[in-house]
């Protein structure tokens, strides 16, 4: 119990425990976070838009999503720390002022260069809110029922931001044009920054140093690795460009484990992951992540070139999706997660997601909506809301308020991870099944039935490993989370400093 005692140790002095306002200041994050989900997916309904706008080739386009998941994807575990050092609501604000700014940019761009500055100031301004959104979540609801509640909509929300972004996009893209697909930041950035300012009272900072030696190894282990499988999703597995940089990103990240061992002051320590609980979390989210491409990406595309959907249309059929999601977090957050733990809710979402995905498989070039992609739509919602509604939570759990940061950022470092690792994967695994139909079935010039055939094909050969993803994420969450609900918090009379090895020792 030690471990769960730690945490709320510091919560009377951070004024928040007792705060009237906290279901509002719930409102603000809630808010600000979504602007993070949507702009995953926002943008990419704009590019071809864009694209026709400012005169930039194929090539690099997809830099205008690479330059986001860089930046991103390498300053998380900063980010995440130095929430910890400088303050969440510091760190929130920044976050939420910077990236309307880097929003405004974007949205006034003239060239392809302004477009890319301003994607990667996106995805920096980006890592500082999101680890800063979590963890002010996790300080500022200490009552469990409470809490559960809360992060049963942080979850919803959470899981469901890329799916409104597809809607968004689509919208915006229609109506306007590409350009509002990034001033639409400016709206909710100004709501989630006036909210944070009026409501959010500043946290004690843990007076600790920054590591610099752990965060250029960190951050530079995790550009190798969204870079090099960037570049793989763009060229190819074999290019030395690809694999080297994998390598060296792999040398990097070992290089920081071991540092973290030996560091005064470790960016991320380790006793955070050691936990089996923890570490079942960031593994989930990075699965989830992972396994969740095949409908935001190759279902979309489905939608789209085969059964000729347009943008508004597509992301609307998306809908349904994402209000079983929502609905599946609250409930399983609020209603079974206090009874159950974790576990059966992230293994039996996982199963959820691979049954949905298993019936993707069955698509054709002309199937109906209603018939075919509805009922897996409908499943994979609940599954998605089941895991989301226990992984954030349990990402956070039990740790101590000076390491909540880092623990949020570290479960963000995984979902940035699997959505990079899903996007180069799925792609390879896409193109490579339907180049090899037609090799099989068009030994002349593809007519555009086998065209469309082999896309068809391609993209079931997609959901079929999306549902080996989800099964294998199933099966490692059951043998890995414990049984039972989360240790309930209780009231500590040990200072908040004490020995930070107590709680990981107490969760062993």
């Known amino acids: 119990m030690a471990a769960g005692?730690?945490?709320?140790?510091?919560?009377?002095?951070?004024?928040?425990?007792?705060?009237?306002?906290?279901?509002?200041?719930?409102?603000?994050?809630?808010?600000?976070?979504?602007?993070?989900?949507?702009?995953?997916?926002?943008?990419?309904?704009?590019?071809?838009s864009a694209q026709k706008a400012l005169g930039f080739s194929d090539t690099d386009r997809q830099w205008i999503v690479t330059a986001y998941a860089l930046s991103f994807g390498s300053l998380l575990l900063f980010c995440g720390r130095l929430s910890d050092l400088i303050g969440r609501k510091q760190l929130f604000l920044i976050g939420v002022s910077g990236f309307a700014v880097a929003s405004a940019i974007g949205g006034a761009a003239n060239s392809f260069g302004m477009l890319v500055t301003a994607r990667a100031l996106q995805g920096a301004f980006a890592a500082m809110l999101s680890?800063?959104?979590?963890?002010?979540?996790?300080?500022?609801?200490?009552?469990?029922?409470?809490?559960?509640?809360?992060?049963?909509?942080?979850?919803?929300?959470?899981?469901?931001?890329?799916?409104?972004?597809l809607i968004v996009g689509g919208a915006?893209?229609?109506?306007?044009?590409?350009?509002?697909?990034?001033y639409v930041n400016l709206v909710f950035a100004a709501v989630a920054l006036v909210g944070g300012l009026v409501l959010m009272k500043s946290q004690p900072k843990i007076g600790a140093r920054m590591d610099f030696p752990g965060v250029l190894l960190a951050s530079g282990g995790m550009f190798g690795v969204v870079y090099g499988l960037s570049n793989a999703a763009d060229k190819s597995w074999h290019t030395p460009s690809t694999w080297g940089t994998l390598v060296a990103s792999g040398v990097l990240l070992a290089a920081f484990v071991v540092w973290q061992t030996r560091a005064a002051n470790p960016l991320l320590p380790l006793r955070i992951l050691l936990d089996r609980n923890r570490g079942g979390a960031i593994l989930t989210v990075l699965f989830v992540g992972t396994g969740m491409f095949g409908i935001m990406l190759f279902l979309v595309y489905y939608m789209q070139d085969s059964l000729g959907y347009s943008a508004i249309k597509s992301g609307f059929g998306i809908l349904p999706m994402i209000v079983c999601t929502m609905v599946g977090a609250g409930v399983g957050a609020a209603k079974l997660m206090p009874k159950l733990g974790p576990k059966p809710l992230i293994s039996s979402g996982m199963v959820l997601c691979a049954l949905a995905m298993?019936?993707?498989?069955?698509?054709?070039?002309?199937?109906?909506?209603?018939?075919?992609?509805?009922?897996?739509?409908?499943?994979?919602?609940?599954?998605?809301?089941?895991?989301?509604?226990?992984?954030?939570?349990?990402?956070?759990?039990?740790?101590?308020?000076?390491?909540?940061?880092?623990?949020?950022?570290?479960?963000?470092?995984?979902?940035?991870?699997?959505?990079?690792?899903?996007?180069?994967?799925?792609?390879?695994?896409?193109?490579?099944?339907?180049?090899?139909?037609?090799?099989?079935?068009?030994?002349?010039?593809?007519?555009?039935?086998?065209?469309?055939?082999a896309s068809v094909h391609g993209y079931t050969t997609v959901f079929w490993w999306c549902t080996a993803i989800f099964a294998v994420g199933a099966v490692i969450s059951a043998l890995l989370l414990r049984n039972g609900p989360l240790p309930t918090p209780t009231p500590a009379h040990a200072p908040a400093g004490d020995a930070p090895g107590q709680a990981a020792a107490a969760h062993s």
């Open 131 to 165: 680890p800063s959104c979590l963890a002010l979540l996790a300080t500022t609801f200490t009552d469990p029922k409470e809490k559960a509640k809360a992060f049963g909509a942080y979850s919803g929300v959470a899981a469901a931001g890329s799916g409104f972004g």
């Open 5 to 48: 005692s730690a945490a709320p140790a510091a919560a009377p002095a951070s004024g928040t425990a007792e705060d009237p306002r906290r279901w509002l200041i719930l409102a603000v994050i809630c808010i600000a976070y979504l602007t993070v989900g949507l702009d995953m997916t926002v943008v990419n309904l704009a590019l071809p």
């Open 358 to 453: 298993a019936w993707l498989t069955r698509i054709g070039t002309n199937s109906g909506y209603a018939s075919h992609l509805l009922g897996p739509l409908l499943i994979a919602g609940v599954g998605f809301g089941l895991i989301y509604a226990a992984a954030l939570s349990t990402g956070t759990a039990g740790v101590q308020p000076q390491d909540a940061g880092i623990a949020s950022a570290s479960v963000n470092t995984g979902q940035q991870l699997g959505g990079a690792i899903g996007t180069a994967l799925l792609n390879t695994i896409a193109a490579t099944a339907t180049t090899n139909w037609l090799s099989d079935h068009a030994h002349d010039k593809p007519s555009a039935q086998q065209l469309q055939l």
């Open 172 to 182: 915006l893209t229609s109506a306007l044009n590409w350009r509002w697909c990034l």
